[in-house]
């Protein structure tokens, strides 16, 4: 079973690619592919910590409107970002798109070999334990980490 915690995390800022599902199947991987080529052009705005090194990328799954709602598979058309982390004030330079995500709480869990158990994992442990997923889930790649996290924004339901 994947261990699943919960965070906090205040408003951020992505920069990059985006991409929808009318593109097809493996336009999610298309898209991180063209990032790793054209991301030179971004990569002095990404945010650093405090050691001066690059906070992370971001894989932000949206819905139409930009509202970060949870997706309805059935109508409408899912947005997807590849990007990495800058400061708020940070200028998208043409071709690029900039994106602000509103503050969250969320369940997190490092993705497993089989991202889809660990999404299964997620989901199981938010219906078993009081959870509501209100937003769509997001992928994040540390920069010294093989492992991809996923989060879901969530709010804790009322007894």
């Known amino acids: 079973m994947t261990e699943i915690k919960t965070c906090h995390l205040e408003p ?7 991409g929808d599902n009318s593109a097809g199947p493996g336009y999610i991987g298309r898209l991180w592919e063209e990032i790793n080529v054209k ?3 971004i990569m002095h705005l990404a945010k ?9 990328a971001w894989g932000l799954t949206n ?34 798109t900039k994106w602000k995500v509103p503050a969250f709480d969320y369940l997190y869990a490092f993705a497993e070999m089989n991202k889809l158990n660990t999404i299964h994992d997620i989901l199981d442990y938010a219906a078993e334990n009081g959870w509501e997923i209100i937003g769509s889930p997001f992928d994040f790649m540390p920069p010294d980490s093989q492992n991809m996290v996923l989060f879901f924004p969530v709010k804790k339901m009322e007894d």
Request: hydrophobic share 35%.
């Open 63 to 96: 819905d139409e409107t930009l509202s970060y709602m949870p997706l309805d598979k059935k109508k409408g058309k899912s947005l997807y970002m590849a990007g990495i982390e800058v400061e708020d004030n940070a200028k998208a330079p043409k071709g690029f």
């Open 12 to 18: 951020f800022t992505v920069i990059g690619l985006v």
């Open 39 to 41: 991301g030179k052009a």
């Open 48 to 56: 650093k910590d405090s050691d001066g090194k690059v906070v992370g």
